[in-house]
């Protein structure tokens, strides 16, 4: 019976030993930090990974991200300094670096949440509202950006947070008033074409002209320049044909008979003339002599 009573105590002391020691131990992981708390009270905060202990049954441990958190702003509408209305669109990153002033300012991710979305959106409408719309979407939106960081984190540091980078996904006029932008833009590319159509058409008339004009005097100086050749070729054909009648005169009056014979029979016409005409005494006298006339008869 003793030896009975005896076990069940061991076993029952061995089980709240074995209990205890599991309740000292606690593992840290790399993308966590832990705050130790002593009946209900912040003691240690522990960053690195590993494991540690504590002590049973008096102390716990609450666990926070230690990883770069996402949060997405709701879209707004602002003014900027130029009276344009804007919707923008923006989103932010952050990390908690402080894991006490972070449970005793906002308790969770979710609070946290909310906390930065306030402030985020406080300090977006302020910069929309000191710049121009130019400026924000295109000239200093890099500057813009750092600048509600900064002023952000001035507010998120009471809650052991900084903010790691704010982007503007969009920037955009609202609906109507970008159909608004888009018909005048519409409208003054369409009058800006029609400029330049009617100064093409301007420019294509004078190159016309132009063209026109030079056309007319290059044929102008071609027939001239072709009768001042014609001239040329045409003294130069009469030289030739001098020259070839002093030479041989008997030739040349053959060779000119041929081609009068060519020029006037090769075109099927029909000539009348006398046999002993003088246009054909070549065919009557190789060296066209004209026959002489028969001698008068006596008159008996």
Same mark, same amino acid.
């Given at each position: 019976m003793n030896r009975s009573v005896f076990g069940a105590a061991f076993a029952v002391i061995a089980f709240a030993i074995a209990? $205890? $020691? =599991?309740?000292s131990l606690y593992t840290v992981n790399e993308n966590e930090q832990v705050i130790v708390l002593r009946l209900g009270q912040p003691v240690d905060t522990i960053t690195k990974p590993g494991l540690h202990a504590k002590i049973p049954f008096v102390e716990s441990v609450t666990r926070i991200d @230690?990883?770069? #958190?996402? #949060?997405d702003l709701p879209e707004r509408e602002a003014t900027a300094n130029d009276q344009k209305r804007l919707v923008v669109d923006a989103?932010?990153? =952050? @990390?908690?670096?402080?894991a006490l002033r972070f449970r005793q300012a906002v308790g969770t991710v979710e609070q946290a949440n909310q906390r930065l979305t306030n402030v985020l959106t406080d300090a977006l409408l302020e910069a929309i509202r000191s710049n121009s719309f130019q400026q924000i979407v295109q000239e200093r939106r890099d500057q813009i950006m750092a600048r509600i960081r900064d002023q952000a984190n001035r507010e998120a540091d009471r809650f052991g947070i900084q903010i790691v980078d704010v982007r503007i996904r969009r920037a955009d006029l609202p609906e109507q008033n970008s159909k608004a932008v888009f018909d005048r833009m519409q409208s003054e590319r369409a009058q800006e074409a029609a400029q330049i159509r009617a100064r093409g058409a301007e420019q294509a008339q004078g190159i016309r002209a132009r063209a026109d004009r030079d056309a007319q005097v290059i044929i102008a100086e071609a027939n001239r320049d072709a009768e001042i050749l014609r001239g040329q070729g045409e003294a130069e054909k009469s030289r030739i044909l001098a020259d070839a009648f002093q030479s041989d005169a008997e030739f040349f009056s053959f060779f000119r008979s041929m081609q009068a014979y060519e020029q006037a029979l090769k075109t099927g016409t029909r000539v009348i003339l006398a046999p002993d005409s003088q246009f054909f005494r070549f065919f009557e006298q190789p060296d066209g002599r004209l026959p002489s006339a028969p001698a008068a008869q006596p008159a008996r």
């Open positions: 209990v $205890a $020691a =599991y309740s @230690k990883r770069i #958190l996402d #949060l989103f932010s990153r =952050y @990390k908690i670096t402080n």
